[in-house]
């Protein structure tokens, strides 16, 4: 079967360093997502990892061992509006995304 | 703007009306997707088409939902026959081409919709 896991909430302080992980098992594999999801919005779109490594885009950087089923979005210098949901998603052998169940991050002052 | 525009943005119907729900893509997006999201869950795919064509609808719940892009553009996605569970939001998403790793999906505001 296919799973994807990641924590159902997680918080942290302004101006801090958050990681959120996520843990797979998919039919198939042609890379992973990050999109933010803020409270009655839709997904944006935030990294892609298709080989192992890390990506860095300005504040936030991905991570991605394929061996490992294992994926983490690290976020640093946090701020108030980062304060949202963070979806974890896999894209499989049919080129369908399938999604985590979302990591409720909680920014305090 | 030239993102994805959904309508309408709320929904509300009386158990065993149907509804009719709008998705207009990104101008010369190929792939169209259809996404359920319940409350504090991750979306869970519906259907997809590539242009025209309706190339997977494995994740439709049942015979009542049916999804339509006659044109190759704007896509309909309607419910008959509502009930409670079908009470969620609903996302499409658009982009370029499927079948390519590299396929970031651009996605619309979402319906709510609410069963009472």
């Known amino acids: 079967g296919q799973n994807i896991d990641q924590p159902t909430e997680m918080t942290a302080t302004e101006g801090a360093i958050v990681q959120i992980n996520c843990t797979y098992q998919?039919?198939?594999?042609?890379?992973l997502f990050w999109y933010q999801q803020h409270a009655g919005e839709a997904p944006t779109f935030l990294s892609y990892n298709v080989l192992d490594g890390l990506e860095e885009k300005g504040r936030f950087s991905s991570f991605l061992s394929r061996s490992k089923g294992y994926s983490y979005l690290l976020l640093k210098e946090l701020q108030m509006k980062d304060s949202a949901s963070y979806l974890c998603?896999?894209?499989?052998?049919?080129?369908?995304?399938?999604w985590g169940a979302g990591t409720k991050l909680i920014i305090k002052p | 703007g030239a993102g994805v525009s959904q309508s309408p943005r709320y929904k509300v119907a009386k158990r065993g009306q149907d509804v009719a729900l709008r998705c207009d893509p990104i101008s010369g997006h190929v792939s169209l997707f259809w996404y359920q999201q319940a409350l504090g869950q991750g979306p869970e795919f519906l259907t997809y088409?590539?242009?025209?064509?309706?190339?997977?609808k494995s994740g439709l719940p049942s015979d009542r939902f049916f999804a339509e892009r006659p044109e190759g553009s704007v896509s309909t996605l309607k419910i008959q026959r509502t009930q409670q569970e079908d009470s969620a939001v609903y996302l499409c998403?658009?982009?370029?081409?499927?079948?390519?790793?590299?396929?970031?999906?651009?996605f619309g505001p979402g319906t709510r919709l609410t069963v009472l």
């Open positions: 998919t039919s198939g594999f042609n890379g």
């Open positions: 088409f590539q242009n025209e064509a309706q190339l997977d």
């Open positions: 998403a658009s982009s370029l081409e499927r079948g390519r790793a590299y396929n970031e999906q651009f």
């Open positions: 998603a896999i894209m499989d052998s049919n080129y369908q995304l399938i």
